[in-house]
């Protein structure tokens, strides 16, 4: 039994791609059950994100992986084979790293994937899907993300719009929880801005949405609550910062709502952040004194400035992870010895006490006890060295191989 990862991301597929085989939160118990039901599979964990679905596993048949994921998802596998990548053993492990640290996510460093990662083994424990091993590979994951952002540039720096957002609010505002926030959309950029401000403990947070239900489902996770867009002009004076991203054709906010809404506010700053294309915000609304109004390209602007020091960190980066790769892999190896070792000690603890019980017989009998002795250390010594003796006298063409093992095992050397 070996580990292995299978899966698809955004290197490997575009989203039409990738949407047909993610699995929704509320299914993956049910899905990591059938999966060990219907495969060869021994610990398994699901990570799935809008970037990435990933299958780690530990199984003896890695190929009916890609069969079940497509089975599942009611796919023919020759759909998603040209997307697909596997990694066996060392690669699956060093894949892993990469992924928790950030290194292969859209944006380099970005550290929304490592609460991803830790949500997959949460749900993965309480499916009971997560053996020792597994377990034991998330875990160091954890370790070595926590190393790579504290001993390398990628933690320090800004390396996505949503995290953009929130250090250029931090210019406006002395403390993000004082403010109260206004999320315009339910899509998956503001459910990431949302994370990120959230993050900060803001004073309030409210979703406005052209479908009230889904806006109040992304709510709950944030502790807010959720209006109708055509509830906005009424209530935007009431927030000092506006996240927007919807798919609409035209402005949402205009130059007048935002105007009103300053003298409502009696001229206290707003930081509004315009994420769609085409633009949610009127872009006049950015020549107001107390509007401070950021699009797209002015976010793009600030995750670029730490382009250069994160491309210096990924080496860096790279470097610890080879090494905790090599780490792991020996835990692995060591691990595969255990029953083995066990096994060893006993046979040898079996014949000790088999042989300590004739010994003690012959005292009782009242025999020489340098004698009895005498004979238990050489019952013992034969019965030890029996084995390999006889495995070193019948073997044939491996012979060297084995004469070269029982030297490394015994410490033997030329000449004694």
């Known amino acids: 039994m070996a580990l292995f990862t299978l899966g698809i991301n955004h290197h490997t597929a575009p989203l039409s791609v990738r949407e047909r085989v993610a699995f929704h939160a509320e299914k993956l118990q049910q899905a990591l059950a059938d999966l060990m039901r219907a495969r060869t599979v021994h610990e398994a964990a699901i990570l799935s994100t809008c970037n990435r679905t990933e299958l780690y596993c ?14 599942y998802h009611r796919i023919g596998r020759q759909e998603i084979e040209p997307y697909l990548y596997t990694y066996p053993e060392r ?3 060093r894949h892993a790293f990469r992924v928790a640290s950030g290194l292969d996510s859209m944006v380099i460093g970005e550290p929304q994937i490592l609460g991803q990662m830790k949500d997959a083994v949460r749900v993965a424990e309480e499916a009971g899907t997560l053996g020792t091993s597994l377990h034991k590979l998330f875990q160091r994951s954890f370790a070595v ?17 949503a995290a953009a957002a929130v250090h250029l609010a931090e210019r406006i505002f ?27 403990n803001p004073k309030q947070i409210v979703i406005a949405n052209r479908t009230v239900e889904r806006g109040m489902a992304l709510a709950e996770r944030f502790s807010g609550t959720a209006i109708r867009l055509d509830e906005i002009a009424g209530r935007l004076a009431e927030f000092d910062i506006v996240v927007s991203c919807t798919a609409s054709q035209l402005p949402i906010i205009g130059l007048g709502m935002v105007e009103r809404a300053i003298k409502a506010r009696r001229h206290r700053p707003i930081f509004m952040v315009d994420l769609a294309v085409p633009r949610d915000i009127e872009v006049e609304v950015g020549e107001l004194d107390d509007a401070f109004l950021y699009t797209v390209d002015d976010l793009a602007q600030v995750v ?9 960190a990924v080496i860096d980066a790279e470097a610890i992870i080879a090494e905790r790769v090599d780490s792991f892999l020996h835990w692995l190896q060591n691990r595969d010895t255990v029953p083995v070792i066990r096994s060893l000690r006993d046979a040898a603890e079996r014949t000790r006490r088999h042989e300590m019980e004739h010994a003690l017989k012959l005292l009782a009998k009242g025999e ?10 050489h019952r013992l010594t034969n019965k030890f060295l029996h084995a390999p003796t006889q495995t070193l006298s019948q073997a044939e063409g491996d012979r060297a191989e084995l004469q070269t093992l029982v030297s490394r095992l015994f410490h033997l050397h030329s000449g004694e």
């Open 174 to 200: 002395e403390r993000i929880g004082d403010q109260k926030i206004l999320f315009i959309g339910a899509g998956e950029m503001i459910e990431l801005c949302a994370t990120h401000f959230a993050a900060q």
């Open 304 to 312: 670029e400035s730490g382009l250069e020091s994160r491309q210096a």
């Open 58 to 71: 530990a199984t003896d048949a890695p190929e009916a992986a890609a069969a079940w994921l497509a089975e």
């Open 145 to 161: 993300a926590k190393e790579v952002r504290s001993t390398t540039a990628i933690g320090a720096n800004i390396v996505s719009m």
């Open 91 to 93: 690669d699956a492990v």
């Open 368 to 377: 020489d006890p340098a004698r009895v002795l005498d004979h238990l250390s």
